[in-house]
């Protein structure tokens, strides 16, 4: 069996290398892809659409990545396009805020945000998979340069107000600890024979071994204070350099303790496939990316257009919209084909005649909650206190999250730290509040974690997504029962209007879900039109 | 006892709130360590040597890190200090290779760094861990910017060339099928009522919970193809959007399979104290550090000197050197005090009248070897056809080890990676081959874990450690034995003569042991000499 997987590998690897010579690297990847070396995905590349419009033109509703996606490849492609925006800004929930920001929500609460030059929180989306190439190939193509967003940060806290009278543990300790007790069980149980029935005796060698080495057990296969341990989950004295530096090891936290507290359930983010190492951010802030397309399609894009009915017949499309600034006077933009990414939140109160079909799915879809709060801090004293440079502490307060920032590490002055990143029943907790409430009470919480917030505090900004007038929730949350009912016939063309936008994918609120969701339609549409005419 | 914590807590975070109104962040983080909310570490921050030497000189040998910290510090508390260094440039050790560098090996030969602009690697120290406090400090002083370092790469390989047809494995799916498949078979047992003798009913309860969360578990705890795992250890087809953007579950490796592999053995490296996130690298180069410090000596550090003999009387301390690029012509420089920073693989070669104790501490070290091999390939590859960013593929092949650059992300044109990191026997190996040999072993090796390798390689470099003319080695290998005998002798001040760098750290191998034992042995040489009188 090893003997011909051997084989087998060797062709693979000879056959690749002749592909290599012959061909170019794009060549390589295909080959790669099909002989099940790279993964495959849905993104293909950029699309090449094939085969003229003839003057077709398409009608885009939203500038968030879906619908300026969609907008820079079909010109590409020699459509005409012109994109309505509600938002005096490119982006949509790609959104960046920065001092001298201002920000309007739902109920008229304005917000000015007061960050000190440089300094920022992302509202919306805030990191970039690796594995999302869509996204990554525009970031390349539109030079957005990118830097690594610390996700799982060891030195960060797990937090529970109710377990070890709510002082938050080092992420490293838990870690260690929980991974450590977990080996030492499985490898009792493997000597005292409990596992004969599952797995051979070679196997059951090769098992303790293992657990070991990954759970840092001791030469009896236990967990317990030492050297292995504390190189794990941190030294009560750490080693240094000269006399009267050798290391103290540290105490494991007992099981016991560690189960009930139920840290554990932070434990495994990080391995989510969508949270795994290499993750990126913008640098400068994720809305580098928006501004980046809205630069693109400078011309293209008519902003503060509230759309307020979408109306298609046999020969194109209709739109009405007026001044989101001063409604009242409606205007209308028409065009052959509409490609229609406005929030299923917001769609599903403006009349569009579309099948029921579409319609019923447009208006199933509820809108995911969340909260997100950014807090200046007159220095980083979570770098400079507390040894945590970016990453995320998890609490079971009601602000679920705080998160160090992942630029300017180690660098003097002031910092701005995402204060709550609150969703579900504690997002619509916040949502209720007043911006300034919000604030203060993300202050009020995170000091049980940091006694420094207090002190260091200066001023802050908050957004509650169901209060964000363009999209009134986050994302959408389908439920599998909903898609099953509904996903397909909301990503159908009807008649001369088709949807996109992170609802329109399978990667909700993801910026990726926009990007593939805009490709995918873009070539259906570009098919369809090819298939009929122009008109 | 929840209760008892709880008001202690309470007790502690009242007590550090006064702390912090009271006064500044220093003190709120003196309180918080001695607290325990802060981890202690042998670096107290910025040694202040109080006292005035009077005219105290001092002579430092070595402008590595441990050398050049030493004389910062103590030429900012008022000594009179120089410093001897082997080599044309600042670091030692700390030291970057970009192209237009020439280094010459012993044995004689010479390589030219053909690197592109901008590209380089770090023939020594690469990573900075969070908690090496010392280093960071001098990072933040000297205005060295820092970005992350990716260590764990869940998209990097795990390769055996025996195991799987010599097929590379995503780490994050050994990662998750390895987690998955210990969980499993905790979960298992534990259902069978075989802890019961370990654990209470409730502690297994909650384990139960636990492991299903953590291992990826369906709800009968069985580690198997589905969503959830897939959510781990990714897809064979990607979700998207639009229509026909369905993701596809993958499927677990088998598990003997895994066990026999022993790619679990590279699982664990990113859980190691040192290798934690957040891991830090030099923007630009390592070098960037010791080139930092280099010019805050200016005029301080006299290059090319080799140092011949060290000799002590009741006087002071005579240094006998040459010119190492034209040697014979002997100079002396004359101190009252002498820190010596010379690796002890060379020290052991150099006369030095000190104590037997010592000499024979100094002999008694052997130093580790390593080899680094940059290369040089025409596009980001690893990037662009395998979504690789930054972090590091471990192999069974003698290079060990590739790393990915941590540096322009998704940047078009060309990379330098790691192409090796050999240690142990296998860096012997390579340190026996010429420069060429090695480089074009590393890339015939590297070829089989990335077939892009021989079409797109253009050059590189080697460094063999011991063939290294200033350190013949590495860094110093203790063993616990040698240490317990040995260490402590090496460290005392000897007469007018003390010690430092890595070798004189419970750290070795890292810069902050470096950093940290100048700091420790500055301060013990300023209490003697304020004890003493400045001559």
Same sequence: chains 1, 2.
């Avoid at 990118?146 to 009278?165: I, K, M, R």
């Avoid at 967990?223 to 350099?241: C, I, L, M, Q, W």
Wanted: charged share 20%.
């Amino acid at each position: 069996m090893q003997g011909e997987q051997s084989q087998l590998s060797m062709t693979r690897r000879d056959l690749l290398r002749l592909i290599g010579l012959s061909a170019g690297g794009a060549m390589m990847y295909q080959a790669m892809s099909s002989l099940g070396v790279a993964a495959d995905s849905p993104y293909k590349g950029t699309p090449v659409l094939q085969g003229t419009p003839r003057g077709a033109s398409v009608l885009i509703l939203g500038a968030g990545l879906a619908g300026m996606v969609a907008a820079y490849e079909l010109r590409q492609a020699g459509y005409k396009v012109q994109v309505l925006e509600y938002n005096a800004r490119p982006g949509g929930r790609n959104w960046t805020l920065r001092g001298g920001d201002t920000y309007t929500e739902l109920g008229g609460d304005t917000q000015h945000c007061q960050f000190d030059r440089g300094l920022y929180i992302n509202p919306g989306p805030w990191r970039i998979p690796y594995h999302h190439r869509g996204l990554l190939d525009y970031c390349k193509k539109l030079n957005v340069p990118l830097e690594p967003f610390v996700q799982v940060n060891h030195n960060a806290y797990l937090h529970n107000s109710d377990a070890f009278g709510g002082k938050p543990q080092r992420y490293r300790a838990v870690n260690a600890d929980y991974r450590g007790y977990v080996a030492e069980l499985l490898a009792k149980v493997t000597q005292q024979s409990k596992l004969d029935a599952q797995l051979t005796k070679d196997d059951q060698a090769q098992l303790l071994e293992s657990l070991q080495r990954w759970g840092a057990l001791d030469n009896h296969y236990a967990y317990v204070a030492g050297g292995r341990t504390s190189n794990r989950r941190g030294y009560d004295k750490e080693p240094g350099g000269g006399l009267s530096a050798k290391p103290i090891d540290s105490q494991p936290l007992q099981l016991h303790d560690l189960l009930t507290s139920k840290l554990w359930s932070g434990l495994a983010d990080g391995e989510n496939y969508e949270f795994q190492t290499t993750l990126f951010q913008a640098v400068g802030g994720m809305g580098r990316i928006g501004e980046a397309f809205g630069r693109q399609l400078q011309g293209v894009i008519h902003y503060n257009a509230k759309v307020t009915a979408i109306h298609q017949d046999d020969h194109g499309v209709a739109v009405s919209y007026e001044d989101a600034r001063r409604p009242g006077h409606v205007q209308t933009a028409r065009a052959d084909w509409c490609i229609c990414t406005i929030p299923l939140s917001i769609l599903s109160q403006i009349p569009m005649n579309v099948s029921a079909a579409m319609t019923d799915a447009i208006s199933a879809v509820p809108y995911a909650a969340s909260v997100k709060i950014g807090l200046q801090f007159k220095r980083r004293f979570w770098e400079e206190d507390e040894d945590i440079y970016g990453g995320i502490t998890a609490t079971s307060l009601p602000i679920n999250t705080i998160s160090y920032p992942s630029s300017d590490f180690n660098s003097k002055g002031k910092g701005v730290l995402l204060g709550a990143y609150a969703y579900g029943l504690d997002a619509y907790q916040f949502t209720a509040m007043s911006p300034e409430e919000r604030v203060r009470q993300a202050v009020e919480m995170g000091n049980q974690i940091h006694p420094q917030y207090k002190q260091e505090f200066e001023n802050g900004i908050a957004v509650a997504w169901h209060r964000a007038p363009f999209t009134l929730g986050c994302f959408a949350a389908w439920s599998d029962d909903l898609r099953a009912k509904h996903y397909d016939n909301l990503c159908q063309i009807d008649g001369r209007i088709a949807l996109a936008g992170e609802h329109a994918s399978y990667l909700p609120a993801w910026q990726e879900g926009a990007v593939t969701s805009a490709l995918d339609v873009i070539a259906r549409l570009h098919q369809r039109v090819l298939a009929r005419g122009a008109a």
